[in-house]
């Protein structure tokens, strides 16, 4: 990456509004393996607009209690923690996540859905892995692992042909070897750059980082990196896709060394993931009064 297109980058990234204080501190505590649900519930409660946004979805046409929830705390128990912290990114990211990506040929809303989708997949992967993992922090990083794609959008922008006869000519491996090849920089390295300036916790950054490159994360962190991995290419395989790139990367098998589930058992996946898909996208998308 050149020195223009790195102060680029830069001055994109820190023209976007850091997430809100609470927000932060749920993705804090989604992060730590130790955290329990009233810790969530806490924090819902010392936030007036999250807490009237989470009764509003509780009670919206898209969940259908059977009596109306009054409670922050029957509705966190009801809705679980995954919509909660989705409903504190849609409201702190939702206009980065929300806008249309040029330089993608996507328009407005496809990067939202397919990182829902991708979060929801991500989650329901995380259930088959071998040594057990967190399934709401694999949804957490799943909902943020493009968050680089509106930045590097507008360094490709007029240049998403180009990027592609990189593919079709055998100049780059995958869409994001091109990526690189046309801007200097990939998104996944950009993500990686807007998730140290907002410091986000060091799993969520490392799956942003590596989420097409999961072998080279650190061990630690591989399970839940390749939990996204798997999560985003469902998402695309679904029609769930952020525009000309879509099912122009690489499929690592080596997720087999973290997760094990037969094609019927994927097929379970994608079903259950389109399950929870729908309504928390009718709702997150500020439908829930309608």
């Not at 992967?125 to 590097?152: C, Q, S, W």
Request: aromatic share 8%; net charge negative.
């Amino acid at each position: 990456m050149t020195s223009s297109q790195e102060q680029f980058v830069q001055k994109e990234i820190q023209k976007i509004s850091l997430p809100s204080a609470n927000t932060m501190r749920l993705l804090e505590i989604n992060s730590n393996p130790e955290h329990c649900l009233q810790d969530v519930i806490d924090l819902v409660k010392l936030d007036s607009a999250l807490t009237a946004r989470t009764l509003r979805i509780v009670n919206s046409a898209a969940f259908c209690p059977l009596v109306p929830i009054n409670s922050i705390d029957r509705a966190v128990s009801y809705l679980g923690e995954k919509m909660i912290v989705g409903i504190a990114v849609t409201e702190s990211c939702g206009k980065i996540l929300n806008q249309p990506l040029e330089g993608y040929e996507s328009p407005a809303g496809d990067l939202w859905k397919h990182d829902l989708f991708t979060a929801f997949a991500a989650k329901e992967v995380a259930r088959y892995a071998k040594n057990g993992m967190e399934a709401d922090l694999a949804f957490t990083a799943g909902l943020l692992h493009d968050i680089g794609k509106p930045v590097l959008s507008k360094l490709l922008e007029n240049a998403s042909k180009t990027t592609i006869d990189a593919l079709d000519h055998g100049e780059a491996k995958d869409y994001l070897a091109a990526e690189k090849l046309v801007s200097g920089v990939e998104h996944a390295e950009v993500g990686y750059q807007l998730a140290k300036y907002w410091q986000l916790p060091a799993p969520i950054a490392a799956a942003i980082r590596f989420h097409h490159n999961p072998s080279e994360a650190i061990e630690e962190f591989q399970p839940l990196v390749y939990a996204v991995h798997l999560g985003d290419i469902i998402a695309m395989m679904s029609g769930y896709s952020t525009g000309s790139d879509s099912l122009q990367y690489t499929l690592d098998s080596h997720y087999e060394n973290f997760f094990t589930f037969s094609s019927n058992e994927l097929t379970k996946i994608i079903s259950d993931t389109e399950t929870a898909f729908r309504p928390a996208l009718e709702s997150l998308a500020g439908k829930e009064e309608n």
